[in-house]
């Protein structure tokens, strides 16, 4: 058997050193957490690590920071950088994606103008305008290393890490590329959900089923005890309904600093969702109560279910520089151990065949890289057979393997597929540049709807159109 591209052989034995590549990694903090991931890993210490950056300056930065830890660790590991992104694919094994196309400038866009229509996004990088509009600079870029994959790297994995997650990934799953997506939202909720209710988190098992940033734990276990009906009492108790949307409680109570940060604390949106479908979710309230049509509908709703404002663009704004070096700085002074983000740990598995079940972003007709034409057990059949979902997967050297967990309740599919609904006339709009696509993607969004008329929704995607044209080519000469 030939080795696999990108494999040195001795003899004959493949020696264990995979290229992953990481495109995209002038980010300040996410790649080099990544890569210090990946070295925590005795077994994947001599691996080549390609860096993969448009822009120089923080291509050059993320270099030295790589280095600085493959050399106070005193590792076997390579490191190379490159601008060339067909260098960086060439012979790679894993090809890591971590990029934000147009940046923050492009974000601002996102964001300001479905303000001035009355519309307010939190983070505006998973659904509604923004999440449409990321989606649509993103998948061509996605297709295009898709193709070139498929040259110098046909048997590589792509682990997908950029917003939309299921819209770039559904967008991939169409190339036949093989593809998984990581997000910590199941790891960070299901943390918080067992510390809620007390109990160790090693000691605990959970199933969570459904979309990206909206997927539900439907099995949640302390031991061989089902704690699901505690959590339901225990964070409906907490965060009850708030007197602006009918409730009789003052908001704002619950658990501030408990166990989640003081920005993020209050849970209202979730544990309201949780009310109506008998199932928790995996994404913040703020970032949750973008994807529904009930929370953002007024001022009064808002400050009822969220009384902390929280906009991720100024975040973002104000992390870049002296903050975010900082933290990197410390990451780099601390010890080299992995974190809990999925993508380390699914390339240990692969390597060694050590097994683990990780919570991927996989299409929902089949495996990654298999065609969707092939008849397959469906992993959640009341979802539709082509979009992308997140549920368990089996990691071993047979590769990700999804698991056919069955129907999800029905109220919970019911809420991910009004999701899934824009999700597929978006990705339709960037494959093939389709405006009234793009159109409709937006004004089938369930908060949008919510807010504003077919003719202003209309008229705020042109305006979004005109303003990220430079980032759209796929729509230039298309009336």
């Known amino acids: 058997m030939m080795p696999r591209p990108g494999r040195a052989q001795e003899g004959n034995t493949v020696k264990n050193t995979p290229k992953i590549a990481i495109i995209g990694s002038g980010g300040y903090v996410f790649p080099v957490r990544l890569v210090m991931d990946v070295l925590s890993f005795p077994e994947l210490q001599e691996c080549e690590i390609a860096l993969m950056d448009i822009n120089e300056g923080r291509l050059r930065r993320s270099e030295r920071d790589v280095r600085s830890v493959v050399e106070r660790n005193r590792l076997p590991a390579k490191v190379t950088a490159t601008r060339n992104r067909r260098s960086a694919l060439d012979g790679a094994d894993y090809v890591i994606i971590a990029f934000q196309i147009g940046g923050l400038e492009a974000y601002r866009h996102d964001v300001e103008i479905p303000r001035r229509y ?237 097994p683990r079940v990780v919570h991927g972003n996989v299409p929902n007709w089949g495996p990654p890289g298999t065609s969707p034409t092939v008849p397959a057990s469906l992993a959640i059949p009341n979802l539709p057979a082509n979009c992308c979902v997140e549920v368990p997967c089996l990691v071993n050297k047979g590769g990700v393997q999804p698991t056919a967990t069955g129907p999800l309740p029905t109220a919970c599919a019911a809420v991910n597929r009004s999701m899934i609904n824009v999700q597929e006339l978006a990705v339709e709009a960037a494959l093939t540049g389709n405006r009234e696509k793009a159109v409709q993607a937006v004004s089938v969004d369930p908060l949008t709807g919510a807010l504003m008329t077919l003719p202003r929704i209309r008229r705020m995607v042109e305006e979004m159109l005109r303003a990220e044209a430079k980032w759209l080519p796929q729509f230039r000469g298309k009336s």
């Open 118 to 354: 009355g519309l307010d996004q939190t983070v505006g990088d998973t659904l509604g305008p923004g999440g449409v509009f990321r989606a649509m600079r993103t998948i061509p870029v996605l297709v295009d290393i898709a193709g070139e994959m498929k040259k110098l790297c046909p048997n590589a994995l792509m682990i997908q890490y950029a917003n939309p997650m299921s819209m770039n990934c559904w967008a991939v799953n169409t190339t036949r590329v093989k593809c998984v997506g990581f997000c910590h939202s199941v790891q960070g909720t299901s943390w918080l959900l067992a510390k809620a209710v007390g109990v160790p988190y090693e000691e605990c098992t959970y199933k969570s089923v459904g979309i990206n940033h909206q997927a539900w734990f439907v099995e949640f276990r302390h031991g061989d005890r089902d704690i699901l009906p505690e959590i339901r009492q225990v964070m409906g108790a907490r965060y009850p309904t708030p007197r602006a949307a009918g409730g009789k409680a003052k908001t704002g109570t619950g658990c501030k600093g408990e166990y989640i940060d003081d920005i993020y604390w209050p849970e209202h949106v979730r544990t309201e969702i949780m009310r109506m479908t008998g199932y928790f979710h995996t994404e913040s309230s703020h970032h949750g109560s973008e994807y529904t049509p009930w929370f953002r509908k007024s001022r009064a709703l808002i400050k009822g279910y969220m009384p902390v404002r929280w906009d991720y663009y100024q975040i973002c704004r104000g992390y870049e520089g002296r903050k975010a070096r900082k933290e990197t700085e410390n990451l780099l002074a601390g010890p080299l151990k992995c974190s809990a983000e999925y993508g380390a740990p699914l390339i240990h598995s692969l390597e060694t065949g050590t």
